[in-house]
Every structure is written in C-alpha cells, then in structure tokens.
C-alpha cells in the first residue's frame, strides 16, 4: 500500500513536472512542490533508516565502501588492511593540484526518485538535511520561501537543497551570471520581492554577508528596480539574460516603499524587519568565516539561528548536521560516503604517520582526515583536523578544528589560523575605536627579492573601521600578543631568527574584491599562498 501511494506520489510529481504553464505564482507550482513534499517524505524516512543500519557496523560499511570505490570483486575481499599496506598516503594536490569536480547532480523528481534507493552522498546529505531543516524549523520547505546567494563565475553550483528547486525564490540564472556583484543583486532583488521568506541560505557565509553588503550600498537602487519591476540598466547582464530575467519581475511600489523605510532605520536586525516570518539562516561557516558569522549575528542578521548542514573536505562531501539546534557545530561522519582513515594530530601525536579507521577513533582526540573517494582521491591527506566530540551509534561526531595549509610557520613555529585569529583580536581590542572588518597573512619569503634583506617574518593585511591609521606603537601590539600567546614564537623573536610582524591597512572592499580575485568558490583563504593575491592585496594597502 505505501509502495503504490509512492507510485502514484512519484507519477503525478512527474506529470505537475513537465506542465508549466505561465506565471510563476500559478497552480502547478503549489502542486508540484506539495507533491515533491510527499515523494521527500518516504525518502527520508528511508535515508534515516539506512544511515541508522550502517552506523550500528561502522567497520563493515567502510570495508562495504572501499570495495565498491575499488571496484574489486566481493570475491577478492582485499579489504583495508592490504588497501593500507599497498597504497602511500599522499598529500593533497598529487592528483595535478586539483580540487576533484563535483559530481552532476539531477534535480527535481528524478533526483527525489533515486535517493529512496541509494545512499551515495551526493542524494543521501540533502535530503537528510531538508528533512532535519522541516522537523526543527516548521516552515521552512514553503514554496518558494528560500533566497539563496551564490556565484561560481557563470556556472551553478548546487543549492543545499537542489533536490527540491521549488523552495527558491529566485532562478537559478541569477547566479550564473558573469559579475559576482550582478549575481548577488538580482538574486537580493528576487528575495526582496518575497516578504515571507523563511531561509536565508548561502554557500558560504562570506556570500551572504556581500550579499547584505550590496544591501546597505545600494538599497536605494534595489528600491527603485521594486517599484519598476525592471533591473537597472547599470547592471552588467548579457541581454537574453536580463530580458529572461525582466519577464519574471513585476512593478511593487509597496515593497519598494517598506524597504526605503526599514533601511532608513539602520541595520541591527534588518533581516527580520524585512523578512519578518524568517526563521534561519542556512550557511556553511568555515573556522576561517567566523570573522564574517559574528558581524552577522551582531548586526543584520540579530536573533536569527545559523545551522551549517553539511561538513565537506576537499571537494567531498563527508558529514552531516543532525543538530541545529545546537549553538556549535557538529557532523556525523558518514560511513557510506567516503573512506575515512585519521592521523593522530593532538599534543604527543609523534612518529611516523599510522592511520586509524573510523570505527577506531577515540572521543576528544584531534585527527588529519585521509580521504579516499569516488572523486578521485586515494588516502589523500586533505590538511583539515578534527576533533571527536561524541558518537552516534558507531559513527564518530566530529567538530572542525582547523586547516593545517593556513598555519603560519616561518621557522617551524607553526601558528595556526584559529589561534592567530584570536591574538589579532586581543590586539585590536588595544587600539581604542578600532573594529577588525577583515584581514589576511603572507610569510615573508612569498615576496621573494622584494622582502628585502630582514629576518623571515609575517605581512599582515587589515581592514578596519572606526581608524584611519595606525602609529608605529600600535601595530606593534599584534607582534606583542603573538609573543605572548606562541612562546615559541616569542623564541625565535629573541633569537632575531624571526623578525616583527609587519602590519597594513587596506581600503575599504579590498577584501570583497580580493575573494572575486581568487575565483575560487571555496572559503576564504587567511594565509595567503599565491604571488598574485598577495600582490593584489599589496596594491590596496592605504597605510
């Protein structure tokens, strides 16, 4: 009997699929999605199931998995021991320094259709998320109800909830356009037309604080293109573009009016004022984003929970939020999603690199994630740690802790991104007035000639409000707070092996434009790697 209502669930989804009649507001939009809600409902219930059953044996769903990414005959059985023992781990970028692509995903109801009999991450991670998304937040699946702000250079990327398009307010085109800012204007413009959003959904959290950026710049032009239905015509667009786009806006001279009078009130919790049913705000935050989290919980976005659903490490999805209720976030490790082998990465973790399996890690220990995957990856060591904050059945709980690719490291010191994070902060606290919008590093020995003939030592690049400038006595506070936080740090200082931190200040939207630059739609890069990003952002310096 469920089997035969799923049928008939599945075929009229299909049928409400393909019938499109004009006007996006129209019949077959409500139906289709009330559809899909129900087709989403089996598959979920199966995908939980199906993640309960494997996290009861994590050891043999991961020997399952490696099996099925070898493609050896369950004859053969050749399982992790020997995988180990005959393959090197290798570090990441062996594969030509490549992020593996991901996968081609289908959308609509066939992607629906085949994650009620498949457990592959790629269909497994959304749906368990959009499932988790309706228990804790009621209203969130509504129609149309999610603005979602993204740009990958004119190609899509897939929304965290690409199994279901019929949430988004805006289409897809909107972020495929070929100008980041274009891209987070017309997808702002399409959300601002819906006052009853419930998702503020983001790839990156640094994509929608550009995003509410572009709102406090230019709210007065999103106003006007409200009122007149029509994009403005200093947008960059490809004309098809904007002619496709046009026909889906209609004039809304009230709309335009409620925003005029929300943004002339300020900007604490201008999120809710404009969009007062909103009941999350669904990002992924990186350690290396925090900076970008908390000015949004303090000011546009106050009040508002932030849930991050998935956990992915070098192009691979590995882990999914099961909790966002909780303040600090956590995912479970898949097993049937990649292979997992941990290196011991806490204090006393000494010899030469031994692996351990998922199903042998041990709660409060910090590990290196080695990957293998059906995107390519062979015991890839991915430079991500984590650390084990509890287990659901079997399967490990992990919290990011930090990339080891953006530790500072000179002389062997190695500084990591969170910590250097936290003294860059107590030094701003020391410079009265002053608040830290953003800001990045470069070792010394990146400028090659051009660093001249001093000890190795740290460029740091900031972007600040509230000053101007900074005396010679201030900037040195942040070399100060390194020396007391890093005593090994504070060694090599004494010795002159190292010399003090030279610190700059940078233009206002010198760091929104250093991301465009970097062209990559991954997390922002704190520890800069490349001449070219570094000479960019040397070229914005002001002071």
């Known amino acids: 009997m469920l089997l035969a209502g799923l049928a008939v669930a599945l075929a009229l989804l299909l049928w409400a699929w393909h019938c499109r009649p004009g006007g996006t507001g129209s019949w077959w939009l409500i139906l289709r999605h009330w559809l899909a809600l129900r087709v989403l409902g089996w598959a979920a219930g199966w995908q939980r199931w199906h993640l309960e059953q494997e996290s009861q044996d994590v050891r043999q769903s991961q020997e399952r998995l490696l099996l099925r990414l070898l493609g050896a005959a369950r004859t053969a059985e050749p399982g992790s021991a020997v995988f180990r023992a005959r393959c090197p781990l290798a570090e990441r970028g062996s594969n030509g320094g490549k992020t593996p692509a991901h996968l081609a995903l289908p959308t609509g109801p066939w992607a629906l259709l085949r994650s009620s009999c498949t457990a592959d991450s790629p269909l497994q991670g959304p749906v368990l998320y959009l499932d988790v998304l309706s228990r804790v937040f009621p209203e969130a699946l509504s129609p149309r109800g999610t603005a979602r702000f993204s740009w990958a250079r004119g190609c899509s990327l897939p929304a965290a909830a690409w199994a279901l398009p019929t949430l988004y307010c805006a289409p897809e085109e909107a972020g495929t356009v070929p100008s980041h800012a274009a891209a987070l204007y017309v997808q702002l413009l399409f959300a601002l037309r819906e006052r009853v959003l419930r998702v503020l959904e983001a790839g990156l959290v640094s994509e929608l604080y550009d995003a509410l950026a572009v709102l406090r710049a230019d709210w007065e032009g999103l106003a006007q293109d409200l009122a007149s239905g029509r994009l403005s015509p200093h947008l960059q667009l490809p004309e098809g573009t904007r002619r496709r786009l046009e026909q889906l806006l209609a004039p809304d001279a009230v709309r335009a009016a409620e925003l005029r009078a929300e943004c002339a009130r300020g900007w604490d919790g201008i999120a809710r004022r404009l969009w007062p049913r909103l009941q999350v705000v669904v990002v992924a935050e990186p350690s290396s ?201 504070k060694t090599f200082r004494l010795k002159g092996s190292i010399g003090p931190v030279r610190l700059h200040l940078v233009a206002a939207g010198a760091f929104r434009e250093l991301r465009d630059a970097a062209g990559s739609p991954g997390p922002m890069a704190r520890v800069l790697r490349e001449k070219r990003l570094l000479h960019f952002i040397q070229s914005r310096v002001i002071s």
């Open 289 to 489: 984003e925090q900076l970008y989290g908390e000015a949004l919980r303090e000011l546009e976005c106050q009040g508002l929970p932030f849930y991050c659903p998935f956990y992915s490490a070098a192009g691979a999805l590995l882990g999914v939020n099961l909790w966002p209720e909780q303040p600090d976030s956590r995912y479970l490790l898949c097993p049937g999603w990649a292979f997992c082998e941990f290196l011991p990465a806490g204090p006393g973790a000494e010899g030469p690199p031994e692996t351990v399996l998922l199903a042998d890690v041990q709660e409060g220990q910090e590990y290196e994630l080695v990957l293998t995957n059906q995107a390519g990856l062979s015991r890839c060591r991915v430079r991500e740690v984590v650390k084990v904050a509890e287990f659901h059945n079997q399967c490990p709980v992990v919290r990011p802790v930090r990339r080891l690719s953006q530790t500072l490291s000179v002389r062997g010191e190695g500084v990591p991104e969170e910590r250097f994070y936290r003294s860059l902060c107590h030094a701003v606290a020391m410079w009265p007035g002053a608040r830290l919008v953003d800001y990045v590093c470069a070792e010394s020995s990146l400028l090659g000639a051009s660093s001249g003939v001093c000890a190795p030592h740290y460029q740091v690049f900031v972007e600040l409000r509230g000053l101007r400038d900074l005396s010679e006595a201030q900037r040195y506070k942040l070399d100060q707070c390194l020396q007391e936080d890093f005593p090994v740090y």
